[in-house]
């Protein structure tokens, strides 16, 4: 793999990953003994100086004589802390350096603390990547015209579990199990591709860790509406059961050495077997009106069906997508159960929420001979409970279901289809192409769609911009005010220009996507960006000028990403000059062009 030089200055093309958080008791720090720690770098090192200082003063204004040992044994965890990071960048400096020089390759510098759960490490750098392509692996075969998102020039996109030392950008799954220490430290992005939701997808951890998970929630909704569309004549006509009988037939007769009029001649006598209902005229109640439910309200209007929709997570982008006046929307589950003759479910699986959603308790209100259709996970429907009523004769529809059952393995009402849904090669083919361009997308601009964590955001760069790059912050906000105006004090304090910025939050996370000029060192930025900035959890900086003139060409080779798992306990504060009062620091000694760091009160 092709390999450039980078600047030691701008540290182009590295990818990177910091992990910082606050030293602990028995921390396993080393002190790798390479020199040649910058200019550049000072302004990292000397905050950890300063932080230390700023310390020192916070425990001798607070502590009593009881509190004392346990001040000195935390100072003396910050300068451990303070001689970790120092020493990190001098590795980091010289690795970089030597690439310079020799124009490939990168070393192996020495990582500091333990990986392992059991030991509390104060700092976890991870070793600098110098990578051209970006990397991208996907666990699960890719069809081929989704990797035309990938341009060889720019990504590499390897398949199955590796256990190489590349440093992957984007990881991409279908049907693997993806498990948390299969992420490395260097990913910035998940993609799920294909049906069946995102279970197999730790989206709670890479919550934490500041990864975007992107799922493709609409590319096999086609596939699925149709095959609902299937599964209302199966259940109407006994289509199944009318082939199943004609092949005993042929079989039978074939055996008894009978021509082809005998054969007809049963079949013909035989039909009356398998007499239907028309779907025309009758009432389709659809619970979940998403992606795949409002196609299917739409598909049963056109089948001169009455519709009844229930959905209380409604968005205001689904409700566009819906067939306004001429379906009936259900207040609630129980008046959509009474009023339909086929109940279709489109809807996850959450152990809570939708667990059993039809059981014992609401089926009853059903009519008698209504049909249930599933392309929803099984456990969304209490089979159990379904075969119960069958059996007392309080229903006599047939269920028709994309999954096997346990309860109603072998049943003659329960028709079953192997998972058929979504399967199609137009969905697998839009699905995969989906993914992989939300993938290039992210990595090329750090615009966010279609992620079940992160909120969606875009920010178009302007067409006369002076913006050198690109900052996409992740943060915990945890619904606190003033995020925004922390990261804008901070790059302002730190020379930085805002030519445009956007920011959007989902949930307890806030990601920002800044244009700025006048950086640099990005790699000095960011660390400073994520000591100084409570609750950053990550940093992407896109470099505009590592590429030719083209949008996409200019982001995808070069950047720079820092993250912690911890953030310290300070964060930037007003611009004022510290005073004794509230920041700890008597001799103005932790003052920097008018930011202070400031400690809470408590623990």
């Known amino acids: ?297 739409r598909a049963a209007l056109d089948l001169d069906m009455s519709v009844i929709g229930y959905d209380p997570w409604l968005t205001p982008d689904t409700m566009l997508r819906l067939p306004g006046g001429q379906m009936t929307r259900a207040d609630s589950l129980e008046q959509l159960l009474r009023g339909s003759d086929y109940i279709s479910v489109h809807v996850h699986y959450f152990n809570v929420a939708t667990h059993h959603l039809l059981n014992s308790s609401n089926l009853g209100l059903c009519r008698p001979n209504v049909h249930l259709i599933n392309f929803s996970p099984a456990r969304v429907i209490d089979g159990e409970a379904v075969r119960d009523l069958w059996d007392s004769g309080r229903l006599h529809g047939k269920y028709v279901s994309d999954f096997a059952d346990p309860h109603l393995q072998g049943h003659p009402r329960h028709l079953v289809l192997p998972h058929l849904g979504a399967l199609t090669q137009e969905a697998a083919t839009t699905s995969a192409t989906s993914a992989s361009s939300a993938v290039s997308d992210f990595l090329s601009t750090g615009a966010i769609r279609q992620s079940v964590n992160f909120p969606a955001a875009r920010l178009e760069r302007m067409e006369e911009s002076s913006a050198t790059g690109r900052l996409c912050i992740v943060v915990q906000s945890n619904h606190e005010p003033g995020i925004l105006g922390r990261v804008n004090t901070f790059l302002e304090s730190a020379g930085i220009t805002i030519e445009t910025q956007i920011s959007a939050t989902k949930g307890e996370i806030a990601y920002l996507i800044l244009d700025v000029a006048n950086v640099a060192d990005a790699s000095t930025l960011q660390a400073e960006l994520c000591l100084r900035v409570r609750r950053v959890v990550s940093s992407r900086y896109i470099d505009y000028s590592s590429g030719g003139a083209g949008k996409r060409s200019t982001y995808a080779a070069s950047r720079t990403i820092w993250r912690h798992e911890e953030v310290p306990d300070f964060e930037v504060a007003d611009w004022q000059t510290a005073t004794s009062e509230g920041s700890g620091c008597e001799d103005n000694s932790c003052t920097k062009t008018g930011w202070v760091e400031t400690w809470p009160d408590s623990e």
């Open 1 to 297: 793999m092709q390999r450039r030089a980078v600047s030691a200055v701008s540290c182009e093309a590295t990818l990177r990953v910091v992990r910082i958080g606050r030293p602990r008791a028995n921390a396993n720090v080393s002190n790798p003994s390479q020199e040649g720690v910058t200019t550049s770098d000072a302004a990292w090192v000397a905050a950890a100086d300063r932080k230390l200082r700023v310390l020192g003063s916070v425990s001798t204004s607070r502590a009593g004589t009881s509190h004392a040992a346990h001040d000195a044994e935390e100072a003396q965890r910050w300068a451990e802390w303070e001689a970790a990071v120092e020493a990190e960048l001098r590795a980091h400096r010289a690795l970089v350096a030597a690439a310079s020089s020799s124009g490939s390759g990168s070393g192996s510098g020495d990582s500091i603390g333990s990986d392992s759960e059991s030991a509390s490490t104060s700092v976890r750098i991870g070793d600098p990547k110098l990578l051209h392509p970006l990397q991208v692996r996907s666990f699960d075969p890719l069809p081929a015209a989704s990797l035309d998102w990938f341009p060889p020039d720019r990504y590499h996109v390897s398949a199955g579990v590796s256990d190489s030392d590349e440093a992957p950008a984007a990881l991409m799954v279908h049907h693997h199990v993806l498990l948390p220490e299969q992420v490395p430290d260097s990913v910035c992005c998940v993609s799920r591709f294909g049906s069946g939701g995102f279970a197999n997808v730790p989206v709670g951890a890479m919550t934490e860790r500041g990864i975007p998970v992107f799922t493709t929630p609409s590319a096999n909704a086609n596939a699925v509406k149709e095959a609902v569309v299937c599964a209302l004549m199966l259940a109407s006509r006994g289509v199944l059961e009318g082939a199943a009988h004609a092949r005993r037939v042929i079989s039978e007769e074939g055996a008894k050495r009978r021509g082809h009029d005998a054969v007809d001649a049963r079949l013909r006598s035989d039909r009356h077997l398998f007499l239907g209902t028309e779907v025309a005229g009758k009432t389709l109640g659809v619970i979940g009106l998403g992606n795949v439910g409002s196609l299917v309200a």
